[in-house]
């Protein structure tokens, strides 16, 4: 299952989401410019629990170095899907959860729960000399956040079968659920100091769990407001999913699409899935300027066929959203 998107839409730019993006991914450029495969480097800068536990190698580390680890192993990766992978969960996630927190919030939250992820590998792997890396720790933190304060939202999730690209909406508790399932059956199963931390996914996830009910317990500055103000999105999803529904004729689908009021005024081009459909779950869908609240745009030959009947028609209707 590959995660697309989710419905839970944010109002804001992600402003710190995509600067930690781009921080791992200059990050790797640097790992490309030295080799990937230079255990050298990530025994400078992973986490690696030896370097403070084994007198004989933390003797070759200044202190200095021991801190800045266990910041900077958040940020490397072992591979291209390593990265990708991490920066995908990140991207589908991370809106929501700085919108919540706030952007200043959302980096020290961030931060902590990658250093939380990595004490956790720490005690259940105290003696390790495997250098550990990645931000799976820190976005498993994000994705705890999510499930505690999103559990009903939608992710649209592609499931392909054989050759078949099959869109289907799963409830974000059911997904991330299964993802902390699968991450605690691994890490009961795993021998101490080898493979993938699982344990720092597992703290990490329990850490973001932790940390919204901490934030919810401290007081506002009123210092976000003041960033919306520069950061308020101007346009609605490109992708979106249509829940349809039959009209009084059966053959007919009626549905809603969101846009933003300044792609009302100039229009905009629009892709949506269809959960009704499973041989063509794509399609494109043009809105024309001038657009307003309550149009009902009709889609040719895109609803229910009835047996002796000609294929109905999709009618979505327009809502506009208030972003800007």
Known sequence: MIPIRDNQVSDCFPVVTYALMGINLLAW??????????????????????????????RHFSVFNQVFSLFSYMFLHGGFWHLLGNMWSLYIFGDNIEAHFGSIRFLVFYILCGLISGACHFVFNPVSMIPTIGASGAIAGVMGAYLLLYPRSKILTLVPIIIIP???????FIFLGFWFMIQFLNAAGQEA????????????????????????????????????????????????????TPESNDRDLSGDIEIS????????????????????????????????????????????????????????????????
């Open 29 to 58: 450029m640097l790992q490309l410019q030295v080799g990937l495969h230079d255990e050298t480097f990530f025994y400078l800068y992973g986490l690696v629990p030896a370097k403070y536990t084994v007198g004989e190698m933390s």
């Open 193 to 244: 100091g080898t493979g993938i931390a699982w344990w720092a996914h597992i703290g990490g996830f329990i850490a973001g769990l932790v940390l919204v009910k901490v934030n919810q317990r401290l007081p506002k500055t009123g210092t976000q407001q003041k960033i919306n103000q520069y950061t308020r999105k101007q346009h609605t999803p490109r992708l979106q999913t249509i829940l349809a």
């Open 261 to 324: 009021s300044l792609e009302a005024l100039t229009g905009t081009q629009k892709v949506v899935t269809i959960p009704w459909g499973f041989h063509k779950p794509l399609y494109r869908v043009s809105i024309p300027p001038g657009v307003r609240q309550g149009t009902r745009l009709r889609l040719a030959g895109m609803g229910r066929s009835l047996s002796g009947q000609p294929k109905g028609d999709m009618f979505l209707t327009i809502h506009i959203k208030n972003a800007i």
């Open 166 to 172: 099959w869109f289907i909406e799963i409830p974000a």
